[in-house]
Nanobody
Framework: QVQLVESGGGLVQAGGSLRLSCAAS????????MGWFRQAPGKEREFVAA????????YYADSVKGRFTISRDNAKNTVNLQMNSLKPEDTAVYYC??????????????WGQGTQVTVSS
């Protein structure tokens, strides 16, 4: 089992940057593919990015490709999301989770509590 705690959210102007971090507990963290998801008000939770257990492979939603970068440090049990060129439509609660893939769809397991990101125009 993995327990996850996100941090790094906040308020930023459009075009700005934020870096989200997710601290994981559990000895098996390095064996999991990890991901970030987000949920905007009135919308369903959606996939943002994922990274393989080794960190070699990364996956991104089309809406964030080229602007967001996911990374991990298995020695520190952390997963990060660097968000650049932020847009108002990136405003959401961002969640760290174990990332599962079924076909072309991504799902999360072992969710963190989420961190709010607000981008002002």
């Amino acid at each position: 089992q993995v327990q996850l705690v996100e941090s790094g959210g906040g308020l930023v102007q459009a075009g700005g940057s934020l870096r989200l971090s997710c601290a994981a507990s559990g000895r098996t963290f390095s064996s999991y593919r990890m991901g970030w998801f987000r949920q905007a008000p009135g919308k369903e939770r959606e996939f943002v990015a994922a990274i393989s257990w080794s960190g070699i492979s990364t996956y991104y939603a089309d809406s964030v490709k080229g602007r967001f970068t996911i990374s991990r440090d298995n020695a520190k049990n952390t997963v990060n999301l660097q968000m650049n060129s932020l847009k108002p439509e990136d405003t959401a609660v961002y969640y760290c989770a174990v990332a599962l893939k079924s076909g072309s769809s991504w799902y999360g397991d072992y969710w963190g509590q989420g961190t709010q990101v607000t981008v002002s125009s």
